[in-house]
């Protein structure tokens, strides 16, 4: 069964809107940009964005229903995510959504409150692996940033999130996700020194 399709989205007979539509009885796309339209704005330079490839991904969504989303990453992971997101659907892992983030304007606070899943984001350059799309958020809201001793004065990220380790959709230490991104070879945000940013797998 093929997880994730890569196959150019510019060809697919979906008009690209603003909202969800059903492409089948029960499977629903959530977007449908081409590859300029997903790095529109970015501000990333072009050896940046020739390191990356847009790519369709399958995934159980809360509705428990079969959803196709897009996510604009690095090609050096395309496939490891492909066998990340065929493992979340086996194993029914419900996702928000997954929608690259020039739909929320490149800013992540919005994404973040969305619930929505994304890999590239041109921001943080010297720190965030999400600038050259090494790095994957999944359902932030579920999985807020939470900070460690001595760094509780500040605020848990997104804001208003609260983390619930017995929801669907949310990682902890004992996640068969978590286990399967780990023999992956990605490094999780829970690891960090100074917080839980449980959302977050890096390679
Ligand atoms: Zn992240």
């Avoid at 460690?148 to 669907?168: D, L, M, Q």
């Amino acid at each position: 069964m093929l997880i994730l399709i890569t196959t150019s989205c510019s060809t697919a007979p979906i008009k690209k809107t603003k909202t969800l539509h059903v492409i089948h009885d029960t499977v629903f796309l959530d977007c449908n940009y081409t590859f300029d339209e997903a790095v529109a704005g970015s501000g990333a330079p072009e050896e940046v964005l020739e390191q990356l490839q847009l790519v369709q991904v399958k995934y159980i969504s809360f509705d428990n229903k079969t959803h196709i989303g897009q996510l604009l990453t690095n090609k050096r992971i395309v496939g490891k995510l492909k066998i990340a997101f065929e493992y979340m659907y086996e194993q029914r892992f419900p996702i928000g959504r997954v929608i690259p983030i020039v739909k929320y304007q490149w800013d992540d606070n919005k994404s973040m409150a969305a619930n929505n899943t994304y890999s590239f984001c041109y921001r943080d350059i010297y720190y965030s692996k999400h600038s050259y799309g090494l790095a994957i958020d999944i359902n932030p809201f579920l999985n807020p940033v939470r900070w460690k001793e001595g760094y509780e004065y500040r605020k848990t990220i997104p804001n208003g999130a609260v983390f619930e380790p017995s929801r669907p959709g949310t990682f902890t230490i004992h996640s068969t996700v978590v286990h399967k991104f780990k023999t992956l070879g990605f490094r999780w945000g829970h690891s960090f020194t100074q917080k839980y940013d449980d959302h977050h797998f890096e390679k």
